[in-house]
């Protein structure tokens, strides 16, 4: 396994990387084919779900069950593979490892690092790629970007940006992303300002409307924050590779009541988005072939549909679901 660079190295340009197989390889194709999207500007064809290792998944799967989940998420076809270092403090990527040595040429492999210290956010990805028994990561987003303050500390000279940069040059990093939970805005300024490749972004049927502005960026305070009308489109212009998640809103939205919607009818709007990658916790086995029975036969939903949809679950879910997400952090 190839060892990570230091910050020194990485600052001075050291050579790293994959070796030519490793990056010529192709894998093969899954045993049950879902319909699969262009991942933005990687150029890189993903299949339209993926397998989501957060809390959904190390809080309710033992190390050898989890293992199981996530061959049998493979061999059904869903080979977009999401985690974090702080999902399980390195659990959930350990799980995968242990798949990962032996299947990982199936695998599209997109992890996160949420450390702001540009020496330690590089530490923390060697104990990735260790975790993970791999060489390189398809996928390295800097994780649950907060606030525009946030995003000045990612910025700084010699900050975190510039190192994965670094990576994604000397190829340890194949493609470079960012993800926000709850606030829209300065992921829309990190998408306008910086050379990002995805997005990674909540999106459901309950987080949309208009939302007002003030100067181009700031939002009216009583506005409700949608990362459907803020992000999405600053994504789209630069042709980044966009990931949807929390398209349940944690299992809040989903049941048969008045204000609230089946899972199948939610996985629809947000693969109805112009996005490429919906991301799906399952905490259930029993979820993960139904969630990709309904990914294999989707059909796009009619614009009036996802605004009657949009509407309906707004208009009881919205404020709880915004606040909900300004305190959410899936690493349990």
Same mark, same amino acid.
């Given at each position: 396994?190839?060892?990570?660079?230091?910050?020194?190295?990485?600052?001075?340009?050291?050579?790293?990387? !994959?070796? %030519?197989?490793?990056?010529?390889?192709?894998?093969?194709?899954?045993?049950?084919? !879902?319909? $699969?999207? #262009?991942?933005?500007?990687?150029?890189?064809?993903?299949?339209?779900?993926?397998?989501?290792?957060?809390?959904?998944?190390?809080?309710?799967?033992?190390?050898?069950?989890? @293992?199981?989940?996530?061959?049998?998420?493979?061999?059904?076809? #869903?080979?977009?593979?999401?985690?974090?270092?702080?999902?399980?403090?390195?659990?959930?990527?350990?799980?995968?490892?242990?798949?990962?040595?032996?299947?990982?040429?199936?695998?599209? =492999?997109?992890?996160? +690092?949420?450390?702001?210290?540009?020496?330690?956010?590089?530490?923390?990805?060697?104990?990735?790629?260790?975790?993970? /028994?791999?060489?390189?990561?398809?996928?390295?987003?800097?994780?649950?970007? &907060?606030? @525009?303050?946030?995003? &000045? $500390?990612?910025?700084?000279?010699?900050?975190?940006?510039?190192?994965?940069?670094? =990576?994604?040059? /000397?190829?340890?990093?194949?493609?470079?992303?960012?993800?926000?939970?709850?606030?829209?805005?300065?992921?829309?300024?990190?998408?306008?300002?910086?050379?990002?490749?995805? *997005?990674?972004?909540?999106?459901?049927?309950?987080?949309?409307?208009?939302?007002?502005?003030?100067?181009?960026?700031?939002?009216?305070?009583?506005?409700?924050?949608?990362?459907?009308?803020?992000?999405?489109? &600053?994504?789209?212009?630069? +042709?980044?590779?966009?990931?949807?998640?929390?398209?349940?809103? /944690?299992?809040? !939205?989903?049941?048969?009541?008045?204000?609230? *919607?089946?899972?199948?009818? =939610?996985?629809?709007?947000?693969?109805? =988005?112009?996005?490429?990658?919906?991301?799906?916790?399952? /905490?259930?086995?029993?979820?993960?072939?139904?969630? %990709?029975?309904?990914?294999?036969?989707?059909?796009?939903?009619?614009?009036?549909?996802?605004?009657?949809?949009?509407?309906?679950?707004?208009?009881?879910?919205?404020?709880?679901?915004?606040?909900?997400?300004?305190?959410?952090?899936?690493?349990?």
């Amino acid at each position: 396994m190839k060892r990570v660079l230091t910050r020194r190295q990485v600052l001075a340009g050291t050579a790293v990387g !994959l070796t %030519a197989t490793a990056l010529q390889a192709q894998p093969p194709k899954p045993t049950a084919a !879902l319909p $699969r999207r #262009i991942l933005g500007r990687t150029g890189v064809s993903v299949p339209i779900l993926g397998f989501g290792s957060g809390s959904r998944f190390t809080n309710f799967y033992t190390d050898d069950a989890g @293992e199981a989940a996530v061959r049998q998420a493979l061999d059904l076809g #869903i080979t977009y593979l999401d985690t974090a270092a702080g999902y399980g403090n390195g659990r959930s990527e350990t799980i995968y490892g242990r798949v990962l040595k032996t299947r990982r040429a199936e695998v599209f =492999l997109a992890t996160k +690092n949420a450390v702001r210290d540009t020496d330690q956010a590089l530490r923390v990805f060697e104990q990735s790629l260790k975790r993970l /028994q791999t060489d390189h990561v398809d996928l390295l987003h800097i994780h649950n970007l &907060a606030s @525009e303050e946030d995003l &000045a $500390r990612l910025e700084a000279k010699g900050g975190v940006i510039e190192a994965f940069y670094k =990576l994604r040059e /000397q190829k340890v990093v194949r493609a470079l992303g960012m993800t926000a939970h709850a606030n829209p805005y300065p992921l829309k300024l990190a998408i306008e300002r910086h050379d990002l490749d995805c *997005v990674q972004m909540a999106l459901n049927a309950a987080l949309v409307g208009v939302v007002k502005y003030e100067g181009g960026y700031k939002p009216d305070p009583a506005a409700p924050r949608s990362f459907e009308t803020v992000a999405l489109p &600053a994504a789209r212009k630069k +042709n980044l590779g966009i990931l949807a998640m929390k398209v349940f809103g /944690q299992g809040h !939205l989903v049941g048969d009541g008045s204000d609230t *919607v089946s899972a199948e009818t =939610l996985l629809r709007y947000a693969l109805s =988005l112009p996005i490429a990658v919906a991301v799906v916790g399952m /905490q259930d086995t029993a979820m993960i072939p139904q969630n %990709a029975a309904w990914a294999r036969t989707f059909t796009p939903m009619a614009e009036a549909e996802m605004k009657a949809l949009s509407g309906r679950l707004s208009a009881a879910h919205k404020v709880a679901m915004d606040r909900f997400l300004a305190h959410h952090e899936d690493v349990c």
